[in-house]
């Protein structure tokens, strides 16, 4: 049995249908996983409706677990004015932030500088913010005039995140 062959099956919700025939539905849940992947090669469309780095083949992810993920834009409400010199909102490293790349953490988490696979996405931890505890992630949508919008629409979600080592 490979690794993904036994990630599959321990990861499987379905434990009924593993139990009666652990052959032919890990079969089904290693093809939905393959498909799943190469959606996602090259580039892909995120949540926030931009362009994102995805998972390069060869690759490899670590889970870390379920977390919360809200959503931050460039406005004083969001970033509380935090701007280079050119005026582009930056992160607690002093760094640009980046639509659909940079996201904000809990660094004893997730440490600065840290890449994590998110619904297809690779993201960097490149902020934090005084919300942002424990398994909290907080993605920066931009800095137009519809960011902000877009943050409150897309809400609070939950997905799984992956390390990218």
């Known amino acids: 049995m490979t690794d993904v062959e036994y990630a599959t099956y321990v990861f ?9 025939e652990p052959l032919a539905h890990m079969a089904e849940r290693v093809q939905y996983a393959q498909n799943v992947y190469a959606s996602y ?3 892909s ?5 931009g362009t994102g780095e995805t998972l390069q083949p060869g690759q490899k992810t670590v889970s870390l677990g379920n977390f919360m993920l809200t959503y931050y834009c460039g406005c004083y409400e969001c970033n ?3 701007n280079d ?3 582009r909102p930056v992160g607690s490293l002093g ?4 639509k659909n790349h940079s996201i904000a953490v809990d660094p004893s988490v997730i440490p600065y500088g840290s890449k994590v696979l998110i ?4 993201y ?3 902020d934090c913010g005084g919300a942002i505890k424990g398994n909290h992630i907080d993605i920066y949508m931009g800095n137009d005039a519809n960011s902000h919008a877009e943050c409150d629409r897309l809400g609070v979600n939950y997905a799984e995140v992956f390390l990218v080592k």
């Open 12 to 20: 499987c919700a379905n434990f009924e249908r593993c139990a009666k």
């Open 45 to 49: 469309q995120s949540a926030g409706g």
């Open 119 to 122: 619904n297809g996405i690779v």
């Open 85 to 87: 010199a050119q005026g």
């Open 124 to 126: 960097t931890a490149e």
């Open 95 to 98: 760094n640009p932030l980046q």
């Open 41 to 43: 090669h090259g580039r």
């Open 80 to 82: 509380e004015g935090y």
